[in-house]
């Protein structure tokens, strides 16, 4: 046996088999090293920062297909529909497709991509929270130019405007002028509270403490309907964003952005005081096993007359209006008779979270793909066709679009989102922001599921959070 | 991947005296006299080792060169050289070993309930003589889902308001079970799951194993009067019990990488209480994009695994030499 195995060995092409081998490894080390450098457009100047021209290059008259990449939710079908409608009058040649990911994957699906310097997208709808590592691992180009020769930036809010596109990140509230941009709003948003009017009265609740008072009663009267419904997954963004609002309504903050701190700020005694609030007075308003829900678990529970008040983000509230998807009315003023849209009631501050996303342009994306995307940013931020958007149920970012009739009278929570615009404030934006997210996610989700301590958890997020910028995103 | 090693390092010891005689003999009448045994047999195996060295050589080699740097695929500034400083970070990581114990608990709990129970359900089955082809087939079919497909349903099924599962619960009297949002269910869920797709495995293998006994032995034993537990205990398990520990072995390593039904069913939650190794080295990976730390962290996943293995397989041939 052994003699067989040593002649079995002998028969193989040893030196030619260990030449080929070397030289195989070797060209695959080299294609994995060089790899990508040679992409599209602006790949090789994106590791620097690439800069969008100020004047739109020539475009092409050839059939062309402009790529999106965003998350699987109505809007996105929405957003396709309309420029496919829509753009096409203007640049006829031009095919839009807005490719979906799962949420979960939103952030995976465009970053492994910019990381091998090659995107199959050309415009990539990034949370405002993306920014900084897109921007800082230079995966966008620079629109500063371009917006200050196309854009009409006074027809914004100028936070808005700053939130879906300036790196540094702008001050709540406030836009630097002095700052770069890199990026224009696609879809703005926030949160709703969604009220049943003939539980709970015409009347929403005016504080957070009323709120939950009203929660309760409407429980108690009302068995097998819960007090309340909002997002506690720890997946994407869910818990985070839930902890967040409550902490700003208790006049918490999430860090200190100048000296990059967390440690102390976010867990400090609003900060409990919201976590208290979140777990100990909230959760137990929920429907038992609600520990995993995100957007769509809440629209069923308030289709299906489960939940007194509920909190969701406007964007994907269109669906709760449709009868087609509600037990509460055959017609949609039937549903609208039991369903109220309102602001964040306010208790010790006046803020509501920012959501929504904007649009930017890949880095690797081939040059006249990128002039074909830099054309339909200063087409789709244009005043007609930004009310054009809304009316087919969008939510705009310009001024005179967000006070239109058209607006306004497209959904009966629209009117929620005006009003709540110079409420807004964002998370962080720093190249950090996944891993922050994802340590603020785990322990809210684990407070809020009984498997933390909630001061522990707030106590764990402040230290983790703080390593990581401590670290520069290092580490585990 | 590491069952792949494994099962190559299983595979190449049989063939040398086929080679060996093929190599030494004269090309076939009409065939070029350039293109030998020899070279044919490289021409033809050429296209496999091609695909197993840019696919699996080259990538495990690159992680482990990564794996000794500060690398991250998305930052734009070049790797240094840190040394075994990531696999230091690695071992000595709280959070790591949080994670090994879950895994650990998960792969004992979901290889042992299989491997019962998938041993039980092919001793069944091996005792009927009618209907036993497609008895078999039957339960073979959720091994052929895809896990993401599994986790979906079942996160349907165990969903606390809404899922089928507590709706049976309910009519017999019992109230909510919130299976995938409390620490301890949330883990007997994801074991329930797992057993739910691969019982089969272990089934049709220890099936393979109980058609392959000798009748003359239980024969033999009729004639001796031996009670039905003496030709259990005596015959079918000592005959069949290398062939389970080898599927058991399968299924471990398996269990030991579970990513899809984690990510699909709990997302590691509540907390973090259902994380597994697998799912945070993508956390390290993915979301942190710190390349050079999660491939420290894969590489000493695999050498966990390849060590353990090791063990086991000595185990089975001092079985199989006893």
Redesign the interface.
């Known amino acids: 046996m052994r003699y067989l195995q040593r002649a079995g060995r002998r028969s193989l092409p040893g030196r030619q088999a260990r030449l080929a081998t070397a030289a195989i490894l070797a060209a695959t080390a080299l294609a994995a090293c060089g790899g990508g450098d040679d992409g599209g457009g602006g790949g090789a100047e994106a590791a620097s920062g690439a800069k969008a021209p100020a004047t739109i290059p020539d475009l092409t008259d050839d059939p062309l297909t402009l790529s999106f990449i965003w998350f699987e939710w109505p809007p996105a079908q929405a957003l396709e529909d309309f420029a496919n409608a829509e753009y096409t009058k203007e640049r006829p040649n031009v095919t839009i497709e807005v490719n979906t990911v799962p949420n979960a994957n939103w952030h995976d699906a465009m970053f492994t991509q910019f990381a091998a310097k090659q995107t199959d997208f050309d415009i990539p709808i990034l949370d405002s929270q993306h920014i900084g590592e897109a921007v800082t691992n230079g995966n966008i180009l620079d629109l500063t130019d371009f917006v200050d020769e196309n854009i009409d930036v006074d027809a914004y809010d100028p936070y808005l405007l700053a939130a879906y596109g300036q790196y540094p990140q702008a001050e709540t509230g406030q836009r630097d002028e002095d700052a770069s941009l890199y990026g224009l709003p696609l879809l703005g948003d926030t949160w709703t509270m969604i009220y049943r009017k003939d539980l709970i009265g015409d009347e929403p609740p005016k504080t957070w403490d009323e709120m939950i008072d009203a929660a309760q009663k409407c429980q108690d009267e009302n068995p097998g309907v819960s007090g309340l419904a909002f997002h506690q997954a720890n997946g994407s963004d869910a818990a985070a964003v839930t902890y967040n609002t409550v902490n700003g309504i208790y006049g918490g903050n999430l860090w200190n952005a100048e000296d990059k701190t967390i440690e102390g700020v976010i867990n400090d005694e609003a900060g409990q005081k919201a976590m208290d609030v979140l777990v100990n007075e909230m959760k137990p308003l929920t429907a038992k096993g609600s520990g995993n829900w995100f957007i769509d678990e809440v629209n069923a529970a308030v289709a299906q007359g489960k939940a007194c008040i509920a909190f969701q983000w406007i964007a994907a509230a269109g669906g709760l209006v449709d009868p087609a998807q509600s037990t509460l009315g055959t017609t949609e003023d039937e549903i609208l008779d039991k369903l109220g849209f309102a602001t964040l009631p306010t208790q010790d501050a006046d803020v509501v979270p920012l959501g929504g996303m904007g649009m930017h342009i890949s880095a690797y994306a081939p040059a006249d793909r990128q002039a074909e995307a830099l054309n339909f940013m200063k087409w789709f931020e244009q005043e007609d066709i930004q009310k054009k958007w809304a009316a087919a149920g969008g939510v705009p970012a310009r001024t005179d679009a967000l006070e239109s009739p058209e607006f306004l009278e497209a959904g009966p929570f629209n009117q929620v989102y005006a009003d709540s615009v110079s409420r807004m404030r964002d998370m962080w934006n720093v190249p950090e922001y996944a891993q922050l997210i994802d340590i603020e996610n785990t322990n809210v989700n684990a407070a809020l599921n009984g498997a933390k301590d909630p001061e522990q958890a707030l106590d764990d997020i402040a230290e983790q959070q703080q390593q990581v910028l401590d670290s520069d995103g290092g580490g585990l | 991947m590491v069952a792949g090693c494994e099962l190559t390092a299983m595979t190449t010891?049989t063939?040398?005296?086929v080679?060996?005689a093929s190599?030494a003999s004269p090309p076939a009448p009409g065939r070029s006299p350039r293109l030998t045994d020899?070279r044919l047999a490289?021409l033809f195996i050429?296209p496999a080792?091609?695909l197993l060295?840019?696919m699996s050589?080259?990538p495990l080699?690159?992680a482990l060169y990564l794996s000794f740097t500060?690398y991250?695929?998305?930052?734009?500034v070049p790797a240094d050289f840190v040394g075994f400083q990531n696999y230091a970070?690695?071992l000595t990581?709280p959070?790591?070993w949080q994670r090994a114990l879950t895994t650990l608990v998960y792969v004992t709990g979901a290889v042992a309930l299989q491997t019962v129970l998938g041993f039980g359900i092919a001793y069944l089955i091996s005792r009927r003589t009618r209907g036993r082809g497609v008895l078999t087939t039957l339960f073979l079919v959720p091994m052929m889902l895809s896990p993401v497909v599994v986790g979906l349903f079942w996160k349907f099924m165990l969903?606390?308001?809404?899922g089928v599962i507590?709706s049976m619960l309910g009519s017999l009297g019992f109230g909510?079970v919130?299976?995938?949002?409390?620490?301890r269910t949330a883990l007997i869920s994801l074991i329930v799951v797992d057993t739910w797709q691969w019982t089969p495995f272990i089934m049709l293998i220890a099936l393979a194993g109980l058609t392959a006994v000798p009748k003359y032995l239980y024969e033999a034993a009729s004639i001796d009067r031996a009670s039905e537990w003496f030709r259990f205990r005596h015959i079918t398990l000592p005959m069949v019990w290398p062939l389970l520990l080898i599927a058991v072995m399968f299924r471990a390593i398996e269990a030991f990488r579970l990513f899809d039904l984690v990510?699909i069913l709990?997302?590691?939650?509540?907390?973090?209480?259902t994380e597994t190794l697998s799912f945070h080295v993508y956390?390290?990976a993915?979301?942190?994009?710190?390349t050079g730390?999660a491939s420290a962290y894969g590489i000493l996943m695999v050498l966990v695994v390849i060590v353990l293995a090791q063990f086991y397989l000595r185990y089975l041939n001092k079985l199989k030499e006893g």
């Open positions: 010891t063939d040398h005296p080679q060996e190599a020899r490289v050429s080792m091609l060295l840019t050589v080259f080699l690159w500060d991250s695929a998305t930052r734009d970070d690695v990581s959070q790591v969903d606390a308001q809404f507590n909510q919130e299976w995938l949002t409390r620490q990510y709990t997302s590691g939650g509540p907390g973090v209480s956390k390290v993915f979301l942190g994009f710190n730390l």
